[in-house]
């Protein structure tokens, strides 16, 4: 038999999914399952996405343009526009998901061995895309005690070899919900141009920003015009995970171009998908404020109820909807395992991410999970005071005075 | 400004989808275009898949399990039981398209430098999932005075190394059409077991087959129990292009482990194309003998009309729906384009791909171009008198004389 390759060997299981054999055995034993685990949101996807893709009336469900419709990218460009980012519909190339937009971005401006550096602990399958094209992800790492703020510049310098090709962020910050003040990406800014790097963002929870602070995109900074990728989609916006629309957004035409061959390669992204997406495009400011409120409200719900939990540290963050949390326990991904195999509460259990995963340094996150308040506030309300009693219970818990002393070091 | 990639520079542009910004111009001047290009097919999309979409009245448009709904995943796993192949829903994984399939398959099954044995011509983007995967396509030329039938097992010897790691076919073929016989099957078999290989297979046309001849599944041949890998998908057979919905199917279960970690890090492939495909695979046999029908007619005519047109050679292929068609021109590439850029027949012009593209030794298929006969009979019959009218006006033509000597070597 044939052995399967190295990298394939080497690619990590998702520590978002990874855990979802033991959340399916816990549901079989007749267990409640709380998802905190993915950023699968439950506000209902709009009524307007699934009317246009009522109404659409094909007779032929036939490829797209391998860049996707002509018509969803203009209102991809509207939407920038409206934003007060200029963006044309040149500028927009459809993908299947942030995730193709991510590997195209990767296959077209690294080379393999080329070094790409990201803030950890990042979005897990930042490493799989990495793998995916032979790049490596040189982490820079960033602290729960220090609530995810960027080093220094010096600390990025310090990084910085002849491979360097580009810097990623993910801003709102999916796991740690950091949102970047705007002196913060002046630094990135100031970086890239001083070493001739890429610039890739992923902004797909643009909206996702709470407590009155403002994002701002790298599209909002001047010197980047050929250096700045943006990386978007409709999954949490619009609550379409499962549309898998997502798009690359630059000014460079080289770099637009060359992922325009990769886009071809692979045809088209859904057809389907993207005529719901044309229609959530045009959704009103009304509709982001409803969910923003929400998710507000969810947010302030969470770290709140988290705080009162003895040897529990949860950061001040303003975006998306993730928390990174430390748990006074020995090994976050044995206790999520115990909680699934070997707990419940009221009929319940909780999944959630293990972080360890989330850090390219596997040292790193031992102790964290990363919390997605994507449920309703009640369920939340259930879920956490379920961690809470698993908490209590597990045969691995730490003795939260020494927790919060190493916290203070 | 930072460069892009080297192997974003080297891949290809598709020689399907390259020219048409020259087919827009045409249309832009008023002229109808003919895409004999592209394996879209006309043939309207089931109502049972647009109905499926319209009645699954989801709240929440979420991801979808990372290898496919398990539903959908049944119901193929029923679909190759009812062909006589015996499939469990756990050798399925659901893809973004058969696009998504193969570069797994690459990712999984081939580390950077590995080769694969692949006869040319042979469907273009096979080499850029190669080149996204680092993986070195070897070439193993088949002909088309010979119909393209597969060359002597010691032809295929010649080529393996100790980096050759699997033999990819695709049967039925894209773009020659060709239906490899048992026999062939078989020998491809002997290699793979013999050489400790991997023997790919996309089928994705397997029902297009023609003349009452059958087609033979590598899943039908026995000792290829950890070798055989299927690459599927609906769009074709279905007409569901746009769906974007293919899958791996495989017995062997690490290289399935390995695959689930890469479909994991996309997350989900398409969720409503999931739904609908899940009720086309519940279409009785009537619904593909309407369509092989429609197809068969299709082809005898077109074969029939091309080799009405001096100088042009068509093989006898029965299956898929492409045709590799020798012109009598100096270049086929500079033929289609001069077909787009300057001519035109009672309102009208007919794109078609450039075969070389297609062969990986660039010196080969420099006048063949490949036609699909994906459109109904009329608008064929105009498409190929039109093409007919094109040889005769074009510059470049090939004294016929000449060319049927040459062919005849």
Redo the contacts between chains.
């Keep these: 038999?044939?052995k399967?390759?190295?990298?394939?060997?080497e690619?990590?299981?998702?520590p978002?999914?990874?855990l979802?054999p033991l959340a399916e055995d816990a549901q079989k034993r007749g267990n409640k399952v709380y998802f905190l685990n993915?950023g699968?949101?439950?506000?209902?996807?709009p009524s307007e996405?699934?009317d246009a893709?009522?109404k659409a009336n094909?007779?032929?469900?036939?490829?797209?343009?391998?860049a996707g419709n002509e018509s969803l990218r203009k209102k991809i460009a509207e939407y920038y526009t409206r934003l007060g980012l200029s963006v044309n519909t040149d500028e927009v190339l459809v993908t299947?998901?942030a995730?193709?937009a991510l590997?195209f971005i990767f296959?077209?401006?690294?080379?393999?061995g080329?070094e790409i550096i990201v803030p950890q602990p990042f979005y897990a399958?930042y490493n799989?895309?990495a793998l995916?094209a032979?790049v490596k992800v040189v982490p820079i790492t960033t602290h729960i005690e220090n609530d995810f703020d960027l080093p220094e510049i010096e600390s990025f310098e310090a990084l910085i070899t002849p491979n360097t090709?580009?810097i990623l962020i993910c801003n709102p910050g999916n796991p740690t919900g950091i949102l970047y003040s705007r002196k913060s990406l002046e630094k990135l800014r100031d970086i890239v141009i001083k070493h001739?790097?890429?610039l890739i963002a992923d902004e797909v929870y643009r909206e996702f920003v709470y407590d009155g602070h403002k994002h701002h995109s790298v599209f909002s900074l001047s010197g980047l015009e050929?250096?700045a990728i943006v990386v978007d989609s409709i999954s949490k916006r619009f609550?379409?995970?499962?549309?898998?629309i997502g798009c690359v957004i630059t000014h460079?035409k080289?770099?637009m171009g060359?992922?325009l061959?990769?886009a071809?390669?692979?045809?088209?992204?859904?057809?389907?998908?993207q005529i719901?997406a044309e229609a959530v495009y045009d959704l009103p400011q009304t509709f982001y404020d409803k969910i923003i409120a929400e998710y507000s409200e969810r947010r302030i719900f969470m770290l709140g109820e988290l705080k009162k939990i003895e040897g529990v540290l949860c950061p001040e963050v303003n975006g998306a909807f993730y928390a990174m949390v430390k748990l006074p326990v020995d090994d976050a991904e044995k206790f999520c395992r115990w909680m699934l195999e070997s707990f419940s509460y009221k009929g319940a259990t909780v999944m959630m991410a293990p972080a360890n995963g989330f850090y390219a340094d596997p040292s790193l996150g031992i102790d964290e999970v990363r919390i997605a308040y994507v449920l309703k506030k009640e369920a939340l309300a259930a879920a956490i005071e379920c961690l809470s009693e698993g908490l209590k219970a597990y045969p691995g818990k730490k003795d939260t005075h020494t927790q919060q002393k190493a916290v203070s070091l």
Excluded: W
């Design positions: 038999m044939p399967i390759s190295t990298r394939a060997e690619m990590p299981a998702s978002i999914r990874k979802v993915i699968q949101p439950d506000i209902p996807t996405y699934y893709i009522r094909l007779e032929v469900l036939a490829y797209s343009h391998s299947t998901g995730s193709e590997l296959m077209t401006c690294l080379n393999p080329d399958n799989s895309f995916t032979g090709k580009a001739d790097l890429y050929d250096r609550s379409a995970c499962g549309a898998r460079n080289t770099v060359a992922i061959k990769y071809q390669a692979r045809l088209s992204p859904p057809t389907m998908g719901g």
